[in-house]
């Protein structure tokens, strides 16, 4: 197999999940070659998962992307580990399915925060790394929710702060392009993962099969091979873009 990401330093927020999005993302991003850095909010989490990648081309971190201080960490530690940051996945992320008039001013705050200001945050530290080297990829985990008004799982609030992660991205790819530096996202549909597979019985998982034209639900690994394309050369002339893994639940 072809090594896509060879000698590449790829950073995955909120990737200790063991059934995760973030996780298979980072060890298909190892598959390919790249030394990989998980971070998570999770201390257990970041400990199992040591385990699975090989010391000297890992690093597993226990950081909340909410602080500043703890993102700008993460980026110098990888730049003292590795000398270099070649790609950073945006995918920290929490959900709350609430109705809108349910919506209560820490909900709104708590949801913001994790999706959309840890985007910032985490961007923020690797940028300077990414401007010094004129290179980067910079991907980020936004959902169907936003293109559709949610509709799923997550609240009115979730899909606000997936929506503000494509704005921002545009605005970041718009002004970040002239260092050599591209930023893209993500939305991926319905995916069985640990936060979707208690919620969701049968005669819920058929009504919305109906609704999807490849008439399955999407998996981790459906997600991360599209992060791995848009982290490697073969996306090298796209910006700005956003890539649905849907299965075609939004068409548009």
Wanted: proline content about 3%.
């Amino acid at each position: 197999m072809s090594q896509l990401l060879e000698n590449k330093v790829c950073i995955v927020t909120g990737a200790a999940g063991i059934n995760g999005i973030g996780l298979r993302t980072a060890k298909l991003f190892y598959e390919h070659g790249a030394n990989i850095v998980i971070t998570d909010v999770n201390e257990q989490a970041c400990d199992e998962v040591r385990a699975l990648f090989e010391a000297g081309r890992c690093l597993v971190m226990v950081s909340n992307v909410t602080s500043k201080e703890d993102c700008q960490k993460v980026a110098d530690a990888v730049v003292e580990k590795f000398g270099r940051i070649d790609v950073l996945v945006n995918n920290a992320g929490i959900t709350q399915p609430v109705k809108f008039d349910e919506i209560q001013p820490q909900d709104y705050d708590k949801i913001l925060d994790v999706n959309l200001r840890g985007m910032l945050y985490m961007s923020q530290a690797v940028t300077p790394q990414m401007k010094h080297q004129a290179s980067g990829s910079i991907v980020n985990t936004s959902s169907v929710s936003a293109q559709r008004g949610g509709g799923i799982f997550g609240g009115p609030h979730y899909s606000a702060a997936k929506a503000g992660m494509l704005g921002l991205g545009k605005a970041m790819a718009r002004e970040l392009g002239a260092y050599g530096i591209r930023v893209n996202s993500v939305t991926p549909g319905l995916i069985a993962t640990d936060i979707t597979g208690g919620k969701l019985d049968d005669a819920m998982k058929q009504k919305i099969l109906e609704g999807i034209p490849l008439n399955r639900l999407g998996t981790p690994e459906d997600v991360a091979k599209a992060f791995l394309f848009l982290a490697s050369d073969l996306s090298g002339y796209i910006t700005g873009a956003t890539i649905d893994v849907n299965g075609g639940m939004h068409i548009h």
